[in-house]
Structure formats: structure tokens, C-alpha cells
């Protein structure tokens, strides 16, 4: 039997206020997904007094249940090993991708890179918390910067296999980081883009067409790439979703070989 907290984990937030709680409160989702119950009950211990915390300060931001699923199957179902995300919020993500890390013993795998100082440090903190620091390196650096870049490959000593994009969600921006971190991504490697959809678009406070159109013109100018836009004509929260249930969206982006003809 199921120890009873392993039951609820949670389970807790299906009646919680707020919008990070979006996913919990969906129809049919009174269950533990597989990215907390695959966790000990230490590791579920540090994301519920995240969780805690971050309600507390308001430091809201994080990406939702349906990303962090896809990116729990992807990583451990292919023991993906060399991860770099642009965009470290308050450490979300960077705490389930080092679990994930630590269960698959693959020891500096993830390059997590943020501008503001104040959200490394907590990033920092949670993740020596978790006893995390030897899966996970948290680095205040500016994306644009091709010097960030450098750091990365001088991390893995050689290509990402993924990058997550999750920074500034600004159009111009993130034209600018596609540009300079797709080409240093390794073969049949790939690049997730959150918040691709009209309802995102919202999030530019250049107001210039946030992610979404970033995405759309560099696909265009880049061929050679292949690409999918999942939820990219959402536009609300509110309205019924398809099977993937995020209405911020996602870009994938996989970096084929090229073909040269004969």
C-alpha cells in the first residue's frame, strides 16, 4: 500500500487557489502525475516547501505539469545527459530535472542560465536544499551573450543534446537566441520553446509578437529545420484544450542531418 502522503502529493491542489494550479483543477486530474510520484519522499518533501515558499513571495512563474511530463519522458526515457535552459525562474524546473538527473546518475547535466542574480541565488539554494549541486549548475549570464555560450560548451566539454528556451519571452530576444544557440545544439538534437501561442504573445512587453512570432519567421528562414507548434492558435486559458493540455504552447524544434544530394 501507498504510503499516505505518496497517495495525495498533489492531489492537495485540486481545489487550490491561484494560477499556477491551473492543471490540477482540470477535469480528471485528481491523480499524482509520474513527475512527483516517481519522486522519494525526500525529493517531494523539497518541491512541496518550494511550492510553499514561492506562494509565499509570489516568485510565480514556473512551467506547468503537461511540459515537465514531456520533458520527464524525454529525458529519463532516452537518458538525455547534457541539458542547457535559458530562463531560470525561481528553480522549478531545474529541481525535477536534477531529480531526474540524480536517478539517472548523470552528473552535470543541466546548464541553467539567468540574468537576474536575486532568482539564481534562490535557485542556488533550493538546489543545495536538494542536495542537487553535482547534477545541476545554475549560472547568472545573459542568453544573448555569446560568452554564455561558451560556458556551456566549457561545462559539457561539447554540444547540448537539448535546450530548453524560456527566457525573456520577448520577439526580438528570442530571434536572437535561436540564432545563436541552434547552431551550437548536437545533431538530432532538440530545441523546446515555451509559450508559443497567441495567448503568450501577451507576455512580450515589447509587445512585438513575443515567442510566437519567433518562432513562425525563424521556421521559415530556417528550412532545414524541423518543427511542430503545439496549442500555437491558443488564445485563452479558459477554452477546451486538445490533448496536450498547456495553452501557453510549445515550439520543438529537431536538428536534422542535412541531406547532401549525390
Partial sequence: M?????????RRWTHAAGPRYWWHRL????????????LTEAEWKIVRAWYEETDRSGVIGECAVPLVSLLHGLVMGNRIARIVQLGTCAGYSSLLLGFMLRRMNAPNGLFTLDLDPELCA????????????????????????????????????????????????????TVRELDLWYPALQMGGLLLLHDVSRFAEEFDVTAQGGVRRAFDEWREKNPQAEAICLNGESRTMDL????????????????????VPE
Fill in 2 to 10: 501507498e504510503a499516505p502522503d505518496e497517495a495525495t502529493r498533489s
Fill in 27 to 38: 477535469p480528471g486530474m485528481d491523480f499524482v502525475p509520474p513527475v512527483y510520484s516517481d
Fill in 122 to 173: 534562490l535557485t542556488r539554494r533550493w538546489l543545495e536544499r536538494a542536495g542537487l549541486t553535482n547534477f545541476v549548475t545554475v549560472a547568472e549570464g545573459n542568453s544573448l551573450d555569446p560568452n554564455s555560450l561558451a560556458a556551456a560548451q566549457a561545462h559539457f566539454r561539447g554540444e547540448p543534446e537539448m535546450i530548453l528556451l524560456d527566457s525573456s519571452h520577448e520577439y526580438g530576444a
Fill in 240 to 259: 477546451p484544450r486538445p490533448p496536450y493540455k498547456d495553452a501557453c504552447g510549445l515550439g520543438i524544434i529537431y536538428k536534422a542531418e542535412v541531406q
